[in-house]
């Protein structure tokens, strides 16, 4: 059955296993990526569901956990934030850790400051990255530059100069106020590598949406301009 579907659902996996213990534990991983993804509205909306097929306590437990552990990052991020862009474990210590690999992160920072910054990293290889570059043109026509600032990061590290450019080409990236970047450029490949390993970037496409505080407040893979819960993010930051 499976075969004749070119995109199956999780239901339809989940289907086709049947009624038994590995159904849990498909259905807890499926949980915990939109969880990791910072989208607790899936969950939500799919309680009933969850707590239908999974009994296992454990499992139960570690849902519930990051649920809670997401749903305060995006009520009150102040500490994530200070963690991931200053290396900052303790929102009373005034201690920062040394990252000067962060430089050119900063720079963005400091050059936008009061803006909403949307950091869009992506790859030429990366199929939902490139099924994202007309959300992407269409999140930035609806905005002024005064209010949101977006840049298209390419990885930079597999992709070729040139790859990047044609890439730009074909999807007509260049002239839409978008600053496009070519990571081994602007970044540097090495300090790029140690700013995903910091942002616990581990699959692309990857967002990262800062509001006009210098805060981030959303990040993750669901975090895409195609999704609708983003752009209401979005929205409301820029109102602030």
Request: glycine residues 4%.
């Amino acid at each position: 059955v499976l075969k004749n579907k070119e995109y199956p659902t999780i239901d339809d996996i989940m289907s086709e296993i049947g009624e038994n213990e590995l159904n849990q534990y498909l259905y807890t991983k499926v949980t915990a990526n939109s969880l990791e993804a910072n989208d607790t509205i899936s969950l939500s909306r799919k309680r009933s569901q969850f707590d239908s097929i999974v009994k296992i306590p454990h499992l139960q437990g570690q849902i519930a956990q990051m649920y809670r552990q997401t749903k305060a990052f995006l009520e009150n991020p102040q500490s994530v934030s200070d963690n991931l862009l200053y290396g900052k474990y303790n929102e009373s210590s005034n201690t920062l850790t040394p990252m000067s690999y962060m430089e050119s992160i900063y720079k963005i920072l400091e050059e936008n400051r009061g803006k909403v910054i949307y950091l869009d990293f992506w790859a030429t290889t990366c199929p939902p990255c490139l099924a994202e570059m007309e959300p992407l043109k269409k999140l930035r026509s609806q905005y002024s530059t005064k209010d949101l600032i977006i840049y298209s990061i390419c990885s930079g590290g597999n992709d070729t100069k040139k790859q990047w450019e044609l890439c730009l080409d074909k999807y007509s990236m260049k002239n839409h106020d978008i600053e496009c970047v070519y990571a081994a450029d602007y970044i540097g490949l090495e300090n790029y590598q140690k700013i995903t390993k910091q942002f616990k970037i581990n699959r692309l496409p990857y967002y990262i949406l800062i509001n006009r505080k210098g805060q981030i407040v959303d990040y993750g893979t669901v975090a895409r301009p195609s999704n609708p819960n983003l752009l209401l993010r979005i929205e409301e930051i820029v109102k602030q």
